[in-house]
T-cell receptor, first 109, second 113 residues
């Protein structure tokens, strides 16, 4: 079967850096995705990793290690608007997304 | 319409009643999905459609049905609502294939009493 784990909640300070981890177990893998979801809103796509390594996109970066079943989302120069839930999702062998429960990130001034 | 639209945004429903959540997209995406999101759980797939005229069951399909008569519309029907179907429902679409970039509607908050 498949399983995705990520921390329930994290707190960080405005201007700082935070790393949100995601570990997974799966029998089939076609990519690892990160989405952002502000409270009361729809999820929006942030990043996609299918090969090992780091993908950088502005203040956000995502890392993948397929051998370790591990990914992280790195947010730099945190802003108050980054307060949101961050959802990790893996694409299985049927090209369906399996979602983690999400990490609620709280940014403090 | 720009993107993907859901209706209603919120609804309170008596148990046993029939309810249809509407979803329309104008991006000509092949694939469409219905998810439910409950506190402490990840998004769970209810039903999906890879292309017009086809549908498939997701992780939690019981008590729900869908149809895909054309590319744009993908309604979700609860034939006889039960309190455990209280949730936030998200419709999403994607171009299809191996892309995991989904475009979500704003959600429909359903309360079944």
């Amino acid at each position: 079967g498949q399983n995705i784990d990520q921390p329930t909640e994290m707190t960080a300070t405005e201007g700082a850096i935070v790393q949100i981890n995601c570990t997974y177990q799966t029998s089939g893998f076609n990519g690892l995705f990160w989405y952002q979801q502000h409270a009361g809103e729809a999820p929006t796509f942030l990043s996609y990793n299918v090969l090992d390594g780091l993908e950088e996109k502005g203040r956000f970066s995502s890392f993948l290690s397929r051998s370790k079943g591990y990914s992280y989302l790195l947010l730099k120069e945190l802003q108050m608007k980054d307060s949101a839930s961050y959802l990790c999702a893996l694409m299985d062998s049927n090209y369906q997304l399996i979602w983690g429960a999400g990490t609620k990130l709280i940014i403090k001034p | 319409i720009a993107g993907i639209t859901q209706a209603p945004t919120s609804q309170i429903l008596a148990a046993g009643r029939r309810m249809t959540l509407r979803c329309t997209q104008d991006m000509r995406h092949n694939a469409m999905y219905w998810y439910r999101q409950d506190l402490g759980l990840g998004l769970r797939l209810i039903h999906y459609s890879n292309t017009a005229g086809t549908t498939g069951k997701g992780e939690v399909p019981d008590g729900y049905s869908v149809s895909r008569a054309n590319t744009d519309d993908f309604p979700l029907t609860l034939a006889s609502a039960v309190p455990s179907q209280t949730s936030v429902y998200f419709c999403a679409s994607s171009p299809g294939g191996d892309t995991g970039e989904l475009f979500f509607g704003e959600g429909s908050r359903l309360t079944v009493l």
